[in-house]
């Protein structure tokens, strides 16, 4: 499985930003895929994660701000993020876990992920 970011960028607190993966060679009828970010001298953290179904789960801190959402005929991933904050400035990546149901945000359980794209968010 092979996962690319795009959409990444620089904005304002308070802004909007979306990013998009894509996401090839996936054979599983069961699957999530997930959005995770990471911070310079902080752990990776689960942000949002969906499943084949369409069933999601979301970090606390995101909730209400980011959203995630999928488009199965194109092999998509997106996450929406609006009312950015300072604190959401880190390294996003998009991963992926084959046998998965109801989302989910555990880092290690996740087999592939992408390269990541930088989300600045200045104050």
């Known amino acids: 499985v092979q996962l690319v970011e795009s959409g990444g960028g620089s904005v304002q607190a308070g802004g909007s930003l979306s990013l998009s993966c894509a996401v090839s060679?996936?054979?599983?009828?069961?699957?999530?895929t997930g959005w995770f970010r990471q911070a310079p001298g902080k752990e990776r953290e689960g942000v949002a994660s969906i499943d084949s179904d369409g069933s999601t789960k979301y970090a606390d801190s995101v909730k209400g701000r980011f959203a995630i959402s999928q488009d199965n005929a194109k092999n998509i991933l997106y996450l929406q993020m609006n009312s950015l904050k300072p604190e959401d400035t880190a390294m996003y990546y998009c991963a992926f876990r084959a046998y998965c149901w109801g989302g989910s945000l555990h880092a290690p359980s996740y087999n592939y992920w992408g390269q990541g794209t930088q989300v600045t968010v200045s104050s």
């Open positions: 060679g996936n054979t599983y009828r069961s699957k999530c």
